[in-house]
Antibody, heavy 118, light 106 residues
Framework: EVQLVESGGGLVQPGRSMKLSCAAS????????MAWVRQAPTKGLEWVAT????????YYRDSVKGRFTISRDNAKSTLYLQMNSLRSEDTATYYC???????????WGQGTLVTVSS | DTVLTQSPALAVSPGERVSISCRAS??????MHWYQQKPGQQPKLLIY???NLASGVPARFSGSGSGTDFTLTIDPVEADDTATYFC?????????FGGGTKLELK
């Protein structure tokens, strides 16, 4: 069974940093591209970043480019999101997802809440 | 970015058929996917590539469309289908989601 378990969320002040992790199990992690999708409170879903199966390619939405870094450790089956210079508008539940262009985001973690506030 | 437009809310009675629409601001081929999200839970994939049923999803759910107009149909609707339904396109970069349609049962 595919499992994605996020951790690392919490309350952080504007301008500070936070690193999210996603532990994957139940599949061969190194074979799949992974992504982060976020959802602001009572709002819709927003794609944040994608990383290829081997980490060689990364993609970001414009509003996080230069501030967020997606990475992975295939030996540990873990996905990361390093978030710097956080803003109030980054407040959201962040979901770790596995998917492809053809299948959509087929698997989701339970999410971790990031609150950016002073 | 490709904007996906959904109706905000629908109300139907159990046993009825409901169609939820999603219109794209530009063509997305057949690369439209549908998700169900219940309060306090993560989204769940229902339909991928417009019309393919995801694993474990009841056959009451179906999808259709191509280009810019897509539909998710639930027939018959059950009480457990109360949720918000999102469409998402993966043909154009960046991937984008619709605003969601909240389905309520009468």
């Amino acid at each position: 069974e595919v499992q994605l378990v996020e951790s690392g969320g919490g309350l952080v002040q504007p301008g500070r940093s936070m690193k999210l992790s996603c532990a994957a199990s139940g599949f061969t992690f190194s074979n799949y591209g992974m992504a982060w999708v976020r959802q602001a409170p009572t709002k819709g879903l927003e794609w944040v970043a994608t990383i290829s199966y081997d980490g060689s390619s990364t993609y970001y939405r414009d509003s996080v480019k230069g501030r967020f870094t997606i990475s992975r450790d295939n030996a540990k089956s873990t996905l990361y999101l390093q978030m710097n210079s956080l803003r109030s508008e980054d407040t959201a539940t962040y979901y770790c997802t596995r998917g492809t262009v053809a299948t959509g985001f087929a698997y989701w973690g339970q999410g971790t809440l990031v609150t950016v506030s002073s | 970015d490709t904007v996906l437009t959904q109706s905000p809310a629908l109300a139907v009675s159990p046993g009825e058929r409901v169609s939820i629409s999603c219109r794209a601001s530009e063509g997305v081929n057949s690369y439209m996917h549908w998700y169900q999200q219940k309060p306090g839970q993560q989204p769940k994939l229902l339909i991928y590539k417009a019309s393919n049923l995801a694993s474990g999803v009841p056959a009451r759910f179906s999808g259709s469309g191509s280009g810019t107009d897509f539909t998710l149909t639930i027939d018959p609707v059950e009480a457990d289908d109360t949720a918000t339904y999102f469409c998402q396109q993966s043909w154009n970069d960046p991937p984008t989601f619709g605003g969601g349609t909240k389905l309520e049962l009468k």
